[in-house]
């Protein structure tokens, strides 16, 4: 069972944004998906647990071992698909998959080129293991990305808004892939896509202004809100109004008007009691924060 | 940006306005600094450097709107083609063309400022030209900016791609310096000035006879080749623009995807299990290879590098088609003529090596993936030293890539003599240092920048800025030039010469240098993401390794030894003085000393030398013998002796003290005690050792090596008196430190007395005396002295020769010393030797002949030679020239012996450079000037002259002398173009070659034309028989004695115009009609225009009355080979109309159709012949 411990880490960037503020948190083995809206420090995050940058202050252990003071054993267990995943220009697939192996150390020849195909298999590129890669569209890049992620058995596989640009069947399959991973693999999942979490994670953490709002599971999340949203519909011009007396935590226009969700007891009766969803415990957990 | 380029420009010019250190297009010279000679030459070669801006404005101009992805929304709007295109480019043009009037602001304000502050004298400034402001603005800024930008438009344009557009603006740098190949030869001049992109040379081309007053008046003009070429040129540029604004559209082109996703990619589902990997380990070796190969291919593969690679190509095979040239004929492609043409590629290798530094460590994080790659488990240094080796490895093959295209234009040109040794080592010393080192600096430059761009600017001011920087802040050490090390020079005779040791050690400590830093810059090398330097350092320090302390601490210390080494022999061992300081130091040494000049000195009568050369050990001993006379008339009692660093002589005269010595200008003050009397002689030994210590910062001294030691006697004797050569000699420079100006030679006197008493060579030391020499050397070597061989033996395994002058001659001596073949002939007793290298053996029956011919002709016009035997010798090609002592003559190996001559029927260069010396045994060492103006006439104009008259005995057609003529009569007109003080009339030549070789040649040869050959010829051999061998030495105006009653009264005016007077002839053929007559015949009618002006000494020309007889022909060919008929008439005005009756038809008619007088625009005076 392996498990990924972050104390206190914090960072500052330059511009005086605190991307990570005291961030603690315990993950184990399983998906964990790590739910944020834009600029809410998750690629932060996921660099710094992937060694690629340095938190000012705070502690990270994985299994035992100290990544900040001993990256390079560290890197061993990790597999990492960045935010964004790019490619050299004029490079097959294959060629790019064997670099990539090498640098994790699979060292011999033989080894290396049985993994090669076998991921290029599971990622249903096998046959296009020739072609430059800079000429795949966003989803086959994607593949290539966990592909390599993939190499040389990881404890921690680090995959950071790997859907973002990809229609629902590439995401599908992409979704697939990961989720056929042995059990004994941390894997982190960041996305802004709450139902991608819903629909993968065994546990997760809702970040916002570089802090965790929440952490547990998905079930627990919605527990916690069961009776507790309201939907109603109501006009445009209204909107100011119920913001001002009511708890909303979001809005969403339906055949061209608004409907809120509200959170606490029941206001009123034209405000319909509705089985939360994890989308509102995200809303609802980033409103409680600001 | 504008500004900053208009700042740029502002300074380099202001700089070159107002000093004297930095110039641009050549130096400023005797014309104004502000003349619109040089605002022309200013502003047409900072055109090139606008190249840069234009490249930034139209590159931005065409891709502007696509690049900030605007536009898919502006092209929406309702904007027409036509404005948007030429809208922009129009703008570029201004805006481009705004940086390069700083020109003009940096004129201005240089000819304002320098001479309020002292910088520069007024007077050398003139008056304000607006007009040339004008005309440099039209002819060359606005057309530049034009011709470049259309360019480098249209590949923006057409592919998109902002490096695509600088690799154009590249491309025309290249073709601009292809187009330079072709001034090589005077015969495609024309076609150089045409196909110069930026009219530079063209203008050369056009300014190239102007005299320092048309520098200073003329404004180039719209008309002739100028306006040819800016018509040409932009023409291509309307078509270029054109073509692109008709491929222009608003609308995107589609840029297809070539891997389009198939449909079906799902259904393959084969399941697999995962293969187990059973050891995970990180190889570095692995590693190292997966990071080279990759970075390896992703250089090779990247259009711009092939691009680059193709240009290099072009480059050297436009250099080796182009050929070895020299005067018209061809070198034989010897290995190190190709060794240097390769070397001629090196820049663009830099330019490969600068810009793949940046794209190799940028590359990663350009194409997003570094945050993969840098989350693997490898060690930092293993990308850092794979990325930099591959890029050495890409050079490396291109050189061999080099090599092999050498090596088969060799093969093409049937010549086998394949020297792979040479190609080796030339790579080893010259190549693979300079890649080395260039590769790890630039690359720890980007790593530790860590910022492209400035990486990049970095780079180019370490690479070329610093070239500037230094030269201005006077630092000469080759230590902090970028890969600074001392000029190899390859040699047949002698490898790589004396400095290869020195070469040696720059070349380590550049190598241990780079390495050590690029070892270092892994401390800073940014993995993951962070930016500062100081976070790179903090964070990198942590994760320091022993092994890679242990490795930085160990190449510190290996660069550190070396360079402590390096230094010690370039600084302290072996000192040099810096411009600024050798400047200082003349000046001190005229200052302290010059009360010593004209002091009285004894004379020389005879001089025995003992000689014995080391080659090996690049050491000398030399021992003379000498008598020595005061043949003054009073006592002498102090002697100032001159000493230099590497010869240190010993002067043992009996009597004579050591008084006092300046170890720093190496003077010292002896005095005689008792006197030396007036008429006593004295014997003196003056003991002289040549020696070399540890190697210097500027290469090593040629005079003794390993294979060809070659000195003369100056170099060996003491040198005496007061050296007026240690002054400084620029009339600028001079006038600038407040000194007196100087007399380049003493005025000509008509009654020159005791004035006559020295001559140009030897200045008053000695005349004609007796010499002898014991010469020895290594056992494998023939030592050469001057005379006649007595004696030769062999002692203590070296070689000893004596030699004993046959006839007393001047004290102008060399000696020689090298492994040397020999041919000798005979010829009625004296004895022809050529010493050749073994190497150079395919020329020599052609130079004996050169020999046995010049003999021939001047023993039977000027008199009997005076030696035994008459030497060529051959000598490393560390010098390119041909030198004339008593009865021998070293001859540089770089020419004669290497030039191809397999074709030469019968006259060429290398048989004029012999007789030319030849002649010298009669000009120059039977007879010498005395030593004031005029005194060079009668030794290089009568043997320049000799040697055409040797030539033309051979030449079956009269038009064949016209070829040679052509170089001397171009050699004169180019040469007083740039003439730095002023031009003199030939029997005033102050030793000025341009004059003495070029004019004083055509003059003489003319002159042979007009009153016959063996009237001049009579008049030389009755100057030689009064005065050869003796003192008072004559001066030129004692020859004009001896021609003048040679002369017919109907051409004494040719004594005044040519000899004492500056003419020059403007001819030209208006027309020339031919009428059939009724006897089949033709009459030609000549409308001819004829001028005659006589110049001053700066050039400004006044119209002479018109008197001439010319020269009138017409030829049958169109290649001006068979001049059917020609007569001579008289021109008394400026047009005249002449008809000539001839037997059929010719093609071309001329006047002067043999080129002999001079004239600066030959080209007019030839017409097609018209048919009425």
């Known amino acids: 069972m392996g498990k990924l411990k972050l104390t206190n880490l914090s960072k500052t960037y330059t511009n005086n944004v605190k991307a990570l503020d005291s961030i603690s948190i315990e993950i184990s083995s399983g998906m964990f998906g790590l739910l944020g809206p834009n600029g809410a420090g998750k690629s932060t995050l996921m660099r710094t647990i992937a060694t690629l940058q340095q938190p000012d202050s705070g502690s990270i252990e994985f299994n035992g071992l100290d990544p900040l003071s001993n990256p390079k054993e560290f890197r061993k267990s990790l597999g990492y698909l960045p935010q964004e995943f790019g490619v050299y220009p004029r490079i097959s697939a294959q060629q790019l998959l064997d670099h990539l192996a090498v640098l994790k150390g699979v060292s011999s020849k033989k080894e290396r080129k049985e993994l090669v195909d076998y991921l290029l298999h599971k990622v249903n590129l096998y046959d296009k293991r020739n072609k430059s890669v800079k000429g795949f569209s966003g989803g086959m890049k994607q593949r290539v990305g966990i592909a390599q992620a993939l190499i040389g058995n990881p404890k921690l596989l680090i995959v950071d808004e790997p859907t973002a640009g990809l229609d629902p069947g590439e995401r599908n399959r992409f979704y697939d892939l990961i989720s056929s991973i042995g059990e004994e693999v941390i894997v982190i999942l960041s996305t802004h896509i709450v139902d991608d979490v819903r629909e993968l994670c065994t546990d997760m953490a809702i970040m916002n202004h570089g802090k965790i709002v929440y952490n547990g599971t998905p079930q627990e999340g919605i527990a916690s809100l069961k009776g507790r949203v309201f939907e109603k519909q109501i006009n445009r011009n209204e909107l100011e109004e119920y913001h001002a007396n009511f708890q909303v935590i979001s809005n969403r226009l339906i055949g061209g008007k608004p409907v809120i969700h509200v959170e606490g007891e029941k206001p009123d009766s034209s405000f319909k009691a509705i089985e939360p969803s994890l989308e509102d415990v995200f809303f609802s957990k980033l409103q409680n924060q600001s | ?1172």
């Open chain 2, 1 to 1172: 940006m504008v500004y900053l380029f208009f700042f740029i420009v502002f300074l380099i010019v202001f700089a070159a306005t107002s000093s004297d250190n930095v110039s641009i297009g050549g130096a400023v010279g005797n014309v104004n600094r502000n003349s619109p000679h040089v605002i022309t030459t200013f502003t047409s070669v900072m055109t090139i450097f606008g190249l840069l801006f234009a490249a930034a404005f139209f590159n931005n101009a065409a891709l502007r709107d696509r690049k900030y992805e605007f536009q898919e929304i502006l092209f929406t709007t309702p904007i027409d083609k036509f404005g948007y295109f030429f809208g922009r480019f129009f703008a570029a043009i201004f805006l481009s063309s705004i940086p390069l009037l700083a020109v003009f602001a940096g004129v201005s304000l240089g000819s304002f400022i320098a001479p309020i502050v002292g910088w520069v004298e007024p007077d050398r400034f003139g008056a304000f030209s607006m007009q040339s402001f004008i005309a440099n603005y039209f002819l060359f800024i606005i057309p530049n900016m034009a011709i470049a930008g259309s360019i480098i438009f249209f590949l923006a344009q057409q592919f998109r791609s902002t490096i695509v557009s600088f690799v154009g603006a590249l491309l025309i740098i290249v073709a601009y310096s292809v187009s330079g190949q072709f001034l090589s030869d005077l015969d495609n001049e024309t076609l150089g000035a045409l196909t110069d992109t930026f009219g530079i040379r063209t203008y050369s081309v056009v300014s190239k006879y102007y005299t320092p007053l048309e520098k200073n008046t003329l404004i180039p003009s719209f008309s002739g080749l100028l306006i040819w070429n800016r018509l040409i040129w932009l023409g291509v540029a309307t078509i270029l623009t054109i073509v692109a604004y008709l491929n222009f559209s608003f609308s995107d082109k589609k840029i297809t995807r070539f891997t389009k996703e198939s449909a079906n990619e799902s259904s393959d589902k084969k399941s697999f299990n995962r293969p187990e990997v059973t050891h995970i380990q990180d190889s570095t070796i692995n590693q190292f290879r997966s990071f080279f190969l990759i970075n390896f291919k992703s250089i090779y593969k990247h259009v711009t590098f092939r691009i680059l690679f193709l240009f290099s190509i072009i480059l050297l095979l436009s250099d080796l088609i182009s050929g070895y040239e020299y005067f018209g004929l061809q070198s034989y492609p010897l290995t190190y003529k190709l060794t240097d043409s390769i070397q001629g590629t090196t820049i663009f290798l830099i330019i490969i090596l600068v810009f793949f530094s940046g794209e190799l460590i940028w590359r990663d994080r350009d194409f997003r993936i570094n945050e993969v790659v840098d989350s693997t488990p490898h060690s930092t240094l293993i990308p850092l030293f794979a990325k930099t080796l591959s890029l050495f490895s890409l050079t490396v093959l291109i050189h061999l890539f080099f090599v092999v295209l050498a090596i088969s234009y060799q093969l093409i040109n049937g010549f086998y003599q394949i020297e792979l040794g040479t190609y080796f080592w030339h790579f080893i010393y010259n190549a693979f240092p300079l890649y080395l080192a260039a590769c790890s600096l630039l690359v720890a430059i980007q790593v530790i920048f860590n910022h492209k761009y400035i990486g990049y600017l970095i780079s180019v001011i370490i690479i070329l800025g610093l070239d500037i920087i230094f030269l201005i802040m006077d630092i000469q050490s080759n230590m902090l030039f970028f890969t600074g090390k001392p000029f190899l020079l390859y040699s047949d005779m002698n490898g790589f010469g004396p400095s290869l040791t020195g070469v040696f050690w720059f070349n380590v400590y550049w190598i241990s240098l780079s390495l050590f830093v690029l070892i270092l810059s892994g401390l800073f090398w940014a993995r993951g993401s962070v930016s500062s330097l100081i976070d790179r350092l903090r964070i990198n320090r942590q994760k320091v390794t022993k092994s890679y302390f242990a490795l930085v601490l160990l190449s510190g210390v290996i660069w550190f030894g070396i360079a402590a080494n390096v230094y010690y022999n370039t600084q302290i061992l072996n000192p040099y003085m810096s411009v600024d300081e050798s400047e200082q130091m003349a000046l001190d040494y005229e200052k302290t000393y010059v009360s010593y000049k004209g002091m009285n000195h004894f004379k020389l009568i005879k001089a025995d030398y003992g000689i014995d050369i080391f080659p090996s050990d690049k050491r000398a001993e030399v021992r003379a013998d000498m008598l020595l006379i005061n043949p003054n008339d009073e006592p002498l009692d102090t002697l100032l002796l001159n000493v230099t660093r590497e010869w240190k002589g010993e002067l043992n005269i009996p009597n004579l003290k050591l008084v006092k010595e300046d170890t720093k200008h190496r003077v010292q003050f002896h005095v005689f005690d008792p006197p030396f009397m007036p008429g006593d002689t004295l014997k003196a030994v003056f003991k002289n050792t040549f020696e070399s210590n540890g190697f210097s910062n500027n290469g090593e001294s040629t005079s003794i090596i390993d294979n060809g030691s070659f000195f003369n006697n100056f170099a060996v004797l003491p040198d005496i008196g007061y050296s007026e050569g240690k002054e400084i000699s620029s009339k600028n420079k001079r006038k600038k430190f407040g000194l007196p100006p100087k007399d380049r030679m003493p005025e000509l006197k008509e009654d020159c007395g005791d004035d006559c008493l020295s001559n140009y060579l030897t200045q008053g030391y000695s005349d004609y005396i007796d010499v002898e020499t014991v010469i020895s050397t290594s056992n494998d070597q023939i030592a050469i002295a001057p005379g006649s061989l007595i004696e030769e033996w062999t002692e203590d395994g070296r070689n000893y020769y004596k030699y004993k002058v046959d006839y007393p001659s001047q004290n102008f001596y060399s000696f020689m010393s090298a492994d040397y073949q020999v041919a000798t002939r005979d010829w009625n007793g004296v004895s022809i030797e050529i010493y050749y290298d073994e190497k150079h053996s395919v020329n020599i029956e052609r130079m004996l002949n050169a020999v046995e011919r010049s003999l021939d002709y001047y023993t039977k016009n000027f008199g009997p030679y005076t030696h035994k035997q008459c030497r060529i010798i051959e000598f490393p090609r560390f010098s390119t020239f041909a030198q004339a002592f008593p009865g021998s003559m070293p001859y540089s190996e770089a020419f004669g012996f290497v030039i191809n001559l397999e074709d030469e029927e019968k006259n060429n260069v290398i048989d004029a450079v012999i007789a030319h010396e030849m002649a010298h045994q009669w000009w120059a060492h039977q007879l010498v000037g005395a030593n004031m103006q005029g005194g060079t006439m009668l030794s290089e104009s009568f043997s320049e002259y000799s040697s055409l008259m040797t030539m033309k005995s051979i030449a079956d057609n009269p038009m064949d002398m016209r070829e040679f003529l052509r170089y001397d009569h171009d050699r004169y007109l180019s040469g007083r173009s740039g003439e730095l003080e002023k031009e003199l009339p030939l029997y005033k030549v102050e030793n000025q070659s341009y004059i003495h070789y070029g004019k004083g040649s055509v003059i003489l040869y003319a002159l042979q034309d007009y009153i016959g050959e063996d009237k001049v010829n009579l008049a030389m051999r009755e100057f030689l028989e009064e005065h050869k061998y003796k003192t008072p030495y004559p001066t030129s105006l004692d020859f004009l004695s001896y021609l003048e009653p040679k002369v017919p009264d109907s051409l004494n005016y040719l004594i005044d115009d040519w000899f004492k007077e500056i003419t020059l002839y403007d001819n030209r053929l208006i027309e020339a009609i031919a009428s059939p007559l009724e006897n089949g015949k033709y009459e030609i009618t000549f409308e001819i225009e004829a001028r005659k002006v006589k110049a001053d000494s700066l050039g400004a020309e006044t119209v002479a009355q018109l008197n001439e007889w010319v020269d009138v022909g017409v030829f049958a060919d169109e290649d001006e080979k068979i001049l059917m008929h020609q007569k001579r008439i008289l021109l008394t005005s400026e047009k005249t109309t002449y008809r000539m009756e001839v037997d059929s038809l010719p093609v071309k008619a001329a006047i002067d159709p043999r080129h002999i007088l001079i004239d600066r625009i030959y080209s007019d005076n030839i017409r097609k012949v018209k048919l009425k």
